[in-house]
């Protein structure tokens, strides 16, 4: 595959003449034609998708801090390896990993250290953060790395270079990417599945991704299938995205054992269980990893700049961040330093009236910050500011559970939510985990969002976890 | 810019509909069937129903009043209970013991088990079989449908004083001069003379029976639309009605002089109306996918049982409370597979 240096490989405008009539047939033939596949239950919900679908990723101009928190991941924060003062490049190494479940930081602009301190983070809890304050007037260039060709290097320097890079999953779980590459010992990995589902509501930038940076993209896919050595890739799509099936297909070379495939537009078509059941009809088992079923499951976006950086041995400085939602006066998709505020963000798209929630993610598992000082991080994919609701909607009657079964028919690992409910409100928390599985809910909002009944479902289950959690820990902690 | 900011935890989005909403448009399903007794009967009917709705209604207030609950009426579920209550009496019956059976239906059927939500059976239902067993005669008095006059005056039985026997309707139905008038519903012709009503007619409800339960045509509409709005699991009254004519089949099928044809079994009495409306009752049925069928099939074929065997005419109110008791069992059998499991949670 030949060396590229732009980000973006921009055809951007919307085709006119002959090609782009043939382009519209063939998304308009695979509307009629594609399958159907898809996993058991999930919901609808309204997506408003067509706010952003058709802009393209543009960049936006420097904040003038930025916000770099040492945890962005899962796993060990990483250690800052600069002091007060210094000066960066953009692109230098500004934090390492001393952990195997850890991640670098790189700098995402050419500046100097202001401070290395607490940062409010939409979870809530303050984290150790870099300061970084911006040199305007310097070259953004990234001057930092050096070009070599992962064709040419082994499993084990790929994945110590994924690692270098500072890649995590960009979908929004923020795992370290070099951890899933390796498979546990006795687990062979034969498929790797390439999610561009992007079923939360809203955010549109793996759309966007999938066909601005189609060559990274195919370049990340063929580097992570030499690390996991695996022998296919399968890029799984909604099909509320024809389009980039279509591009896909009509982009990848044949001689290349990657394929394009549709599956039906349903949330939570993108968490990674679905959509194994959906593209493989395999059933990743309770309480394990995708790894036992032989696959491994990477975010578009992700392998986009896995494609990027790798040949250039760069670390990840900037993401693909979909700004949207009924408060934006000008949503778009945006190339976004790792760091920026969510206030310059909402700043440079303007805000349209009173705002509500501004959430970080989409609005069905994203979390809403309690401050727009919260920096972008590496797992942000969307940025989506509502409207203040009104008071009635706040305060929604809960009325008692009225055994509709709703929630049994949007839960897409077929939980019992009614029953966990009224567990939960009688704090029976141990027979949740015991009896009806509690702990393979993974909190995608399917049964909160369909009860009648406005039972907080999602939270209550949260709650339950995490007591079931501590629990556990304290029982641990005195066996010891 | 982010003083007034929101959190919550997620998902953000909701669905809009909510309990209120779902009652209110099970309410509207009800209403054509109530304007059809109410044509059908007379003004007799339309006492019937505003007195057990009435009631059904005070009694809510009165028990959510002294449990401290606030206004529960604003869920609007108890007037589903009330119209449907006075939908299964017979529209003669005198308003008094009406009224006992929408408070018996309420207080004992729901208020006691904590009210909406914590019923283990369908309310209307508890305060029909209440009234069915304390007045035994007055519930199986029936009344020509379409008699003349039934919008100038009320049959005599309606007006009955309180904790008296009611007003003897013969005199009053022999002065409407009508032929052929037994006054029996074709459920019991058919049981003890063995003669079935032609099927258009109890199909389109030119028959007696209780004030709504006669038009399965138009029971059938009203429910379908309800189901076309996703307010009612259709899975409920399928399988009710299908458990009803395969157990009604092979009887036939020997002996077609005796036992009633599927298409009698499912025409005819108050099948229908409880099919659609109360074996349908999400509080009292199984939440489970496979839950539901057993329940519905459990349900239709106790109903076929009962009126082919039992001493009752009509079994479809003793099926359906067996069936809302045998419920939380039917859904702990039926518990879904978890996703990367093999067993049942």
């Known amino acids: 595959m030949k060396h590229q240096t732009a980000v973006l490989d921009s055809k951007l405008a ?14 308009g033939f695979l509307r009629l034609f594609h399958g159907h596949k898809t996993f058991d239950h999930g919901i609808y919900p309204v997506e408003h998708k067509e706010w952003t679908a058709d802009k393209p990723i543009r960049r936006l101009p420097f904040a003038d801090e930025l916000v770099i928190p040492l945890l962005q991941h899962k796993g060990r924060a990483a250690v800052p390896i600069v002091k007060v003062g210094q000066e960066v490049v953009r692109g230098e190494p500004i934090a390492h990993a001393d952990h195997f479940v850890s991640v670098p930081m790189h700098a995402p602009a050419t500046g100097v250290i202001r401070a290395i301190g607490l940062a409010p983070t939409a979870a809530g809890p303050k984290t150790q953060a870099i300061y970084l304050k911006v040199y305007h007037a310097a070259s ?7 070009h070599r060709e992962p064709e040419r290097m082994s499993a084990k320097d790929i994945i110590q270079s994924i690692q270098d890079a500072g890649l995590v999953g960009l979908g929004g779980g923020a795992f370290p990417s070099h951890v899933k590459m390796h498979p546990p010992a006795g687990r062979v990995i034969h498929t790797l599945v390439v999610n561009g589902c992007e079923c939360e509501p809203y955010l549109t930038c793996d759309h966007r991704i999938m066909l601005e940076q189609t060559d990274a993209l195919l370049r990340g896919i063929m580097i992570a299938l030499k690390a996991t050595r695996a022998e296919r890739a399968i890029i799984g799509v909604e099909d509320n995205k024809l389009d980039a099936v279509a591009h896909l297909r009509a982009r990848i070379p044949k001689d290349l054992p990657i394929t394009a495939e549709a599956v039906q537009t349903k949330y939570p078509q993108g968490a990674e269980k679905m959509l194994i059941k959906a ?49 934006v006066k000008r949503p778009g998709n945006f190339m976004v330093p790792i760091g920026t505020p969510i206030r310059f963000l909402l700043d440079q798209v303007g805000v349209d009236g009173e705002l509500g929630q501004v959430i970080l993610g989409g609005p069905m598992m994203g979390m809403a910050v309690a401050s727009l000082d919260v920096p972008v991080t590496k797992s942000v994919s969307g940025v989506v500011a509502l409207r203040p609701e009104p008071e009635d909607a706040v305060r929604r009657q809960v009325y008692p559970c009225i055994k509709c079964g709703e929630c049994l028919s949007a839960c897409p690992i077929s939980l019992n939510p009614s029953m966990l409910g009224e567990l939960a409100a009688a704090r029976e928390y141990a027979t949740m985990e015991e009896s009806f599985q509690l702990d393979q809910c993974f909190e995608c909002g399917c049964c909160a969002y369909v009860c009648p009944s406005n039972i907080p ?14 629990a556990k820990k304290h029982h641990e902690q005195k066996q010891h | ?14 669905r809009v509909i909510s309990v209120d909403k779902i009652m209110r448009t099970v309410v509207l399903a009800l209403l054509p069937i109530c304007a059809f007794a109410v044509y059908q009967f007379g003004l007799s009917a339309l006492l019937l129903l505003l007195t057990t709705t009435g009631v059904a209604m005070w009694t809510e207030w009165f028990f959510a009043r002294l449990s401290g609950k606030g206004n529960t009426l604003a869920d609007w579920s108890v007037v589903i209970t009330g119209l449907l209550l006075g939908l299964t009496l017979p529209p003669g019956f005198p308003l008094w013991m009406a009224a006992v059976a929408a408070f018996v239906g309420v207080a004992l059927g729901k208020a006691l088990f904590g009210g909406l939500g914590y019923n283990v059976m369908n309310p209307a239902l508890v305060g029909r079989a209440f009234v069915q067993a304390a007045f035994p005669v007055a519930i199986t008095t029936w009344t020509p449908a379409f008699a003349p006059g039934r919008f100038m005056e009320l049959i005599p039985s309606t007006l009955t004083l309180p904790f008296m026997q009611p007003n003897p309707v013969k005199d009053w139905v022999a002065g409407l001069h009508l032929d052929g008038w037994s006054g029996a519903t074709p459920l019991a012709i058919q049981k003890f003379q063995h003669i079935e009503a032609p099927i258009a007619d109890a199909f389109s409800g030119m028959i007696a029976g209780s004030a709504g339960e006669t038009s399965a045509l138009l029971i059938l509409i009203c429910g ?3 189901a076309w709005q996703r307010m009612l699991d259709w899975r409920i009254p399928v399988s009710v009605l299908a458990g009803a004519a395969l157990m009604a089949l092979p009887f036939w099928l020997m002996d077609s002089g005796h036992y009633p044809s599927p298409w009698f079994v499912l025409s005819s009495g108050g099948l229908m109306l409880a099919a659609w409306f109360m074996a349908s009752d999400m509080v009292a049925s199984p939440v489970t996918a496979r839950g539901v069928v057993i329940y519905g099939l459990f349900i239709g074929s106790l109903t ?39 067993k049942k949670s």
């Open chain 2, 304 to 342: 076929v049982i009962i009126r082919l065997f039992g001493g009752l005419v009509e079994g479809v109110m003793y099926a359906i409370l067996l069936g809302n008791a045998l419920g939380p069992l039917i859904s702990s059998w039926t518990q879904p597979r978890v996703y990367g499991t093999s």
């Open chain 1, 457 to 470: 479902l999602t939270q209550y289950f949260r709650i339950a976890k995490s007591i079931n959690r501590d």
């Open chain 2, 224 to 226: 379908l639309w309800l």
């Open chain 2, 1 to 14: 810019m982010d003083k007034g900011i929101e959190i919550r935890t997620s998902p953000h989005l909701k």
């Open chain 1, 140 to 146: 953004q260039e990234v001057l930092y790395g050096e």
């Open chain 1, 14 to 27: 919307p085709e006119a003449g002959l090609s782009g009539l043939v382009k519209r047939l063939n998304t």
């Open chain 1, 279 to 327: 593209l493989l009809d395999l059933e990743v088992p309770a309480g394990g990893l995708t790894a036992d079923v032989g696959v491994a499951v990477f975010n578009v976006g992700t392998l986009a700049q896995m494609g990027e950086l790798l040949p250039n041995s760069q670390g990840l400085i900037e993401r693909v961040v979909t700004v949207s939602g009924p408060a």
